[in-house]
T-cell receptor, first 114, second 116 residues
Framework: DQQVKQNSPSLSVQEGRISILNCDYTNSMFDYFLWYKKYPAEGPTFLISISSIKDKNEDGRFTVFLNKSAKHLSLHIVPSQPGDSAVYFCAASTHRSGRRALTFGSGTRLQVQP | DGGITQSPKYLFRKEGQNVTLSCEQNLNHDAMYWYRQDPGQGLRLIYY???????QKGDIAEGYSVSREKKESFPLTVTSAQKNPTAFYLCASSTGFKNSGANVLTFGAGSRLTVL
């Protein structure tokens, strides 16, 4: 049972435009959501997180939006840069069980064209 | 610089052999994790440890074993019982229960295991 889903395996945008990466989840117990960026043959690096009590969190070019009723979140990158080309993973966790390890989606490969 | 060191970066194994992947952190984090990544898939949790001398199975623990004798170290052994061990293995750490906010994991650079 995949609790965190990223239904778009890839996305291509032009440099300077907005990139929107989407993520859906099924577990209503999740109380934190995180986005990670990953280059090939490297470990993921943390980008931004959001608490389930918020609907928006912004950090520079990166903004995450959360729609709890739809169990959907999205990462907006504005403006997109060629260096943003990577695989982006959505992840979620809950404090309400003993397990606080992150559950990851399958990732979306973003290609930013110069 | 604080971080997580995984070794070896590349490892080849013959079928039927056990191998151990090393993971060391100097971030003073309590919690450590092992994930596996397969092509086109997300990261799947193998084992995690919240404190020294304690660890729990993740979603795909069969064929793997771990130990947590020191806070800094969390080695993963891929045993011959693991049916499909060829994958990219990622170790991570976090402050764990000490942090009431988002559980931000810091990852190592990964180890790629290929079974010949």
């Amino acid at each position: 049972d995949q609790q965190v889903k990223q239904n778009s395996p890839s996305l291509s945008v032009q440099e300077g435009r907005i990139s929107i990466l989407n993520c859906d989840y099924t577990n209503s117990m999740f109380d934190y959501f995180l986005w990670y960026k990953k280059y090939p043959a490297e470990g993921p690096t943390f980008l931004i997180s959001i608490s389930s009590i918020k609907d928006k969190n912004e950090d520079g070019r990166f903004t995450v939006f959360l729609n709890k009723s739809a169990k959907h979140l999205s990462l907006h990158i504005v403006p997109s840069q060629p260096g943003d080309s990577a695989v982006y993973f959505c992840a979620a966790s809950t404090h309400r069980s003993g397990r606080r390890a992150l559950t990851f989606g399958s990732g979306t490969r973003l290609q930013v064209q110069p | 610089d604080g971080g997580i060191t995984q070794s070896p970066k590349y490892l080849f194994r013959k079928e039927g052999q056990n191998v151990t992947l090393s993971c060391e952190q100097n971030l003073n984090h309590d919690a450590m994790y092992w994930y596996r990544q397969d092509p086109g898939q997300g990261l799947r949790l193998i084992y995690y440890s919240q404190i020294v001398n304690d660890f729990q199975k993740g979603d795909i623990a069969e064929g793997y074993s771990v130990s947590r004798e020191k806070k800094e170290s969390f080695p993963l052994t891929v045993t011959s019982a693991q049916k499909n061990p060829t994958a990219f293995y990622l170790c991570a750490s976090s402050t764990g229960f000490k942090n009431s906010g988002a559980n931000v994991l810091t990852f190592g650079a990964g180890s790629r295991l290929t079974v010949l």
